[in-house]
């Protein structure tokens, strides 16, 4: 950012109007002193304070400008670079210094691990069991007997609710037909 301003800041002074770059100081009869970007008159003394540039005059400052602007950035690069190497070293010596082990050494945790290995190798693994299932894991559902019947529908014993579609045939629960035979409905 500092770079961008930088370079805008010798850009503008560039192309600065340069229309009030001579400037003159005056001593009037009376003893004033008088500013003005023309000579002194005849009666007053005084002479050139400030001249205008050359362009080889300006060009030079431009010159110098990025010259130190340059320096400035290899400055930059050079701590970024140092920090940079200093945060490797950090690194490396993170990762080549010794961990400390609660189990000993890589031999020592090596032979516990195969230990235990060959522990659960030398036991047998259970069995599994066969499942067991009873009669009533296989046996049908409960037929669906009706409870009860009121203004045009009929209740069974499992929740379901029955409509009579005329002839003695019901709509069972899923749209199906139903028939009535004793006290049980057989629905297909």
């Keep these: 950012m500092r770079h961008l301003a930088c370079c805008l800041a010798v850009s503008v002074l560039g192309i600065w109007p340069t229309a009030h770059a001579q400037v003159f100081k005056c001593k009037?009869?009376?003893?004033?002193?008088?500013?003005?970007?023309?000579?002194?008159?005849?009666?007053?003394?005084g002479g050139m304070m400030l001249r205008e540039r050359t362009y080889e005059e300006k060009m030079q400052e431009r010159q110098q400008a990025y010259d130190a602007e340059l320096?400035?950035?290899?400055?930059?690069?050079?701590?970024?670079?140092?920090?940079?190497?200093?945060?490797?070293?950090?690194?490396?010596?993170?990762?080549?210094?010794?961990?400390?082990?609660?189990?000993?050494?890589?031999?020592?945790r090596l032979a516990n691990r195969n230990a235990g290995v060959q522990s659960n190798l030398g036991r047998k693994a259970p069995k599994a069991r066969k499942p067991q299932f009873s009669d009533e894991d296989f046996s049908p559902p409960p037929a669906n007997r009706i409870t009860h019947c009121s203004g045009g529908y009929c209740y069974d014993n499992q929740g379901g609710s029955y409509h009579s579609?005329?002839?003695?045939?019901?709509?069972?629960?899923?749209?199906?037909?139903?028939?009535?035979?004793?006290?049980?409905?057989?629905?297909?």
């Design 28 to 45: 009037g009869p009376g003893g004033q002193f008088t500013y003005s970007d023309r000579p002194c008159e005849a009666r007053s003394t």
């Design 71 to 108: 320096r400035k950035q290899e400055r930059r690069m050079a701590e970024q670079q140092q920090a940079w190497e200093v945060q490797q070293q950090a690194l490396q010596r993170q990762a080549t210094a010794p961990v400390p082990s609660a189990g000993g050494g890589y031999a020592e």
């Design 165 to 188: 579609i005329g002839n003695g045939y019901m709509a069972g629960p899923g749209g199906t037909r139903c028939t009535q035979s004793g006290g049980q409905m057989d629905c297909r």
